[in-house]
């Protein structure tokens, strides 16, 4: 697990990456952070730091790379929706085919968005992470 940022308070949104690239990592961050979001966030590339950041990190949004090596995105998202059902996944990719697209939205990916075309990446992690702080909120009255 590499953190890209030091945890702070409880109450501050939580980005976690799946993704094999630290660099990829923090140009999603930096793009998540030009648009305004103010959050901590964390980068895992393994079964075993998916599972322990969902337990301890607790995020509330997943961004998750497509092909990693010994671990796919299909692989943590089959993770993610075993551990948390509701927290949305969304799948960020250099390449992902309409039929891959598809396929994940059936497994049920949130969204999908490519790398190099990522300008609307925060209007759509926004919109289920949004959707995940209301959730939680309620569930903790």
């Known amino acids: 697990m590499a953190p890209l940022r030091a945890i702070s308070r409880e ?64 692989d943590a998202l089959r993770v993610v929706r075993a551990q948390a059902p509701q927290l949305p996944f969304i799948f960020v990719s250099g390449t992902i085919g309409e039929d891959v697209a598809v396929a994940a939205l059936h497994e049920g990916a949130n969204d999908y968005i490519l790398k190099h075309s990522s300008a609307r990446l925060p209007a759509a992690g926004g919109r289920p992470a949004a959707a995940a702080r209301t959730r939680g909120g309620r569930a903790r009255r």
Request: charged residues 30%; without cysteine; glycine residues 6%.
């Open 11 to 74: 109450a501050r949104f939580r980005v976690l990456f799946v993704e094999d690239s630290p660099e990829d990592a923090e140009l999603l961050q930096m793009q998540l952070e030009d648009a305004g979001l103010d959050a901590d966030f964390m980068r895992v590339e393994d079964e075993a730091s998916l599972r322990q950041a969902l337990a301890g990190f607790r995020p509330d949004i997943v961004l998750s790379d497509l092909s990693m090596p010994g671990f796919t995105g299909h």
